[in-house]
């Protein structure tokens, strides 16, 4: 990955457009599977998401693995999506992008009063 890469966020875009191009080989429930993955999986990353790239490969091979054995998406991820994303972050209640802005504001603002 080149510095220009790095600064303009091209490497993860043409990762993200590799990810939609294999999600587009997988049947339709499992395509609305990994749009919510992707939507409870975005909220807790980083400024770049560098760091989710290979949690969501990792998931996308999961995935395109359960259908290929021609199972079905609950049996592979259960009924609970977030509660499986979660799972994957490692922690229970980790903190989203906007908890932790939300609580560094309120810590400014707090010592901004003194408190």
């Known amino acids: 990955m080149s510095f220009w890469e ?6 993860i875009t043409k990762e ?19 749009e919510q993955i992707n939507t409870h999986l975005w909220q807790h990353s980083d400024f770049t998401g560098r760091k989710l790239m290979p949690i969501l490969d990792g998931v996308l ?6 259908a290929a054995d021609g199972q079905r998406v609950h049996d592979a991820l259960g ?3 977030k509660g ?9 209640g980790v903190k989203s992008y906007r908890d932790k802005w939300r609580e560094q504001l309120n810590n400014n603002i707090a010592k901004k009063l003194g408190k």
């Open 6 to 11: 790095k600064v303009t966020g091209s490497d």
């Open 16 to 34: 993200m457009k590799a990810f939609e191009t294999r999600v587009k080989k997988l049947p339709a429930e499992y395509q609305a599977a990994w």
């Open 61 to 66: 091979g999961l995935l395109e693995e359960t």
């Open 79 to 81: 009924d609970d999506i």
């Open 84 to 92: 499986f994303c979660s799972a994957l972050l490692g922690v229970d």
